[in-house]
């Protein structure tokens, strides 16, 4: 249990497909994040919401579309992905973007887009 | 962020210590240096962090040097279960959240 929760562990969508990807955190942290991990690459960071606002975003392209309803939960909506999208992604949550808090992850979903 | 240099992999014996060393050159004096692990399949695991006095938990120690432009993780007595990528990070701590990792050691223990 790593205080993080993502759902599902595992997606297989086709390019014309739309799913979303969730986070839920229980470690009354107020910043989340999403990270991206294709292979033999380093992590990503896609996106950061802190007290439920927007305040980073990676050049991320638009069919990939964030929303944090909650410091509690995070989602990750998909659509018309490209194959080159597959990649495990990651959500983590920190105790602020300010204040120093690491970050703590969750397993992540593993995204095979066909 | 201060860039980060790590060996590319390293092996250990179980039972013994594993001393993984990361270069921090450019660390500014208000940035403060983390490490992460990743095993595979798996979410990154924070393990410990410090600004320039050593650190222990109960997980591993961090000595930065005193100049603070290298320091080294220590996992004092290495498991089977340590195999891992390590991440050595360095960040402002006002901005924790938004570290940027590079490619890590690969840490193989050996039985």
């Known amino acids: 249990e790593t205080g993080v929760t993502q759902t599902p562990r595992h997606l297989v969508m086709g390019m014309t497909n739309k799913k979303s990807l969730k986070c839920e955190q229980h470690l009354g942290h107020n910043a989340m994040y999403w990270y991206k991990q294709s292979a033999k690459k380093p992590l990503e960071l896609m996106f950061v919401y802190s007290l439920e606002e927007r305040v980073e975003n990676n050049s991320v392209p638009s069919r990939f579309s964030p929303e944090c309803p909650n410091s509690s939960h995070l989602f990750l909506h998909l659509h018309t992905l490209q194959p080159e999208d597959s990649a495990l992604y990651l959500c983590?949550?920190?105790?602020?973007?300010?204040?120093?808090?690491?970050?703590?992850f969750g397993n992540g979903t593993r995204l095979t887009v066909t | 962020d201060a860039k980060t240099t790590q060996p590319t992999s390293m092996d250990c014996a179980e039972g013994r210590a594993a001393n993984l060393p990361c270069n921090h050159s450019?660390?500014?004096?208000?940035?403060?240096v983390y490490w992460y692990r990743q095993i595979h399949s798996q979410g990154p695991q924070y393990i410990i962090h410090g600004l320039k006095n050593n650190e222990t938990n109960e997980m591993a120690s961090l000595i930065i040097t005193e100049d603070r432009k290298s320091s080294t993780l220590i996992l004092p007595h290495a498991t089977l279960r340590d195999t891992a990528v390590y991440y050595c990070?360095?960040?402002?701590?006002?901005?924790?959240?938004?570290?940027?990792f590079g490619d890590g050691t690969t840490l193989t223990v050996k039985p």
């Open positions: 450019t660390i500014s004096g208000n940035e403060y």
């Open positions: 983590a949550s920190s105790g602020g973007v300010t204040g120093g808090s690491p970050l703590h």
């Open positions: 990070i360095v960040r402002v701590n006002t901005n924790a959240g938004k570290s940027t």
